[in-house]
């Protein structure tokens, strides 16, 4: 088993920044993929950004490349999304994920392991 614990959300102002955390425990974190998903009032999940294993490698949606960035912290067992330039629509409650392949995440678009999620809201 592993257990995700997402915080860093918030209100902010459209233009503005956040940094999502997710922290791991359990099964050993370097041996998963990690990604993001979100999922806005209405509407269902979607995929936002995934990383390898090892943190070599990233895929984002298309929605988000150029202001949001995915990276990890294996030493500290945590994944990060560094959110910049956000935008109304961006408001959700964004998920972390791990699975153990990246393309379980980026590709098929789901988890093997999920948080509870952190709401963000953006305003206008």
């Known amino acids: 088993q592993v257990q995700l614990v997402e915080s860093g959300g918030g209100l902010v102002q459209a233009g503005g920044s956040l940094r999502l955390s997710c922290a791991a425990s359990g099964r050993t974190f370097s041996d998963y993929a990690m990604g993001w998903f979100r999922q806005a009032p209405g509407k269902e999940r979607e995929f936002v950004a995934a990383?390898?294993?090892?943190?070599?490698?990233?895929d984002y949606a298309d929605s988000v490349k150029g202001r949001f960035t995915i990276s990890r912290g294996n030493v500290k067992n945590t994944v990060y999304l560094q959110m910049n330039s956000l935008k109304p629509e961006d408001t959700a409650v964004y998920y972390c994920a791990a699975a153990n392949r990246i393309h379980i995440i980026a590709t098929l678009h789901r988890g093997d392991y999920w948080g509870q999620g952190t709401q963000v809201t953006v305003s206008s």
């Open positions: 990383i390898t294993a090892g943190g070599s490698g990233t």
